[in-house]
């Protein structure tokens, strides 16, 4: 699962741009960029402000989706990752 960096590339190539332009915004190369794009590498949550502006989406709603993210790969591999949300909504 990879959701913010699906949407971080989906929302690039439809504004047409590069990740050279991107990465240098965010202050990182090119490759790292590809990486956080693929997944493998996980993007910094003060990138997300920066990757909003770049890309013109709401901050909130890519914070939202990097968040996710995040709680999905601590409790990916636990049977009871589903009942642990809903105690923690509670």
């Known amino acids: 699962m990879n959701h913010f960096g ?3 590339k989906e929302l690039r190539e439809q504004k047409g741009l590069l990740q050279k332009h991107i990465a240098s915004r965010l202050d990182i ?3 790292m ?7 493998e590498r996980k993007a910094k949550r003060e990138q997300v402000p920066i990757f909003a502006k770049e890309l013109t989406i ?4 890519l914070l939202s989706l990097w968040l996710a993210d995040q709680i999905y790969n601590v ?4 049977n009871m990752a ?3 949300i809903r105690v923690a909504e509670e």
């Open 6 to 8: 699906e949407k971080i």
């Open 33 to 39: 960029l590809s990486k956080i794009e693929r997944g």
């Open 82 to 84: 589903l009942k642990a």
């Open 29 to 31: 190369d090119t490759p």
């Open 58 to 61: 709401d901050k909130d709603d």
């Open 75 to 78: 409790v990916k591999d636990e």
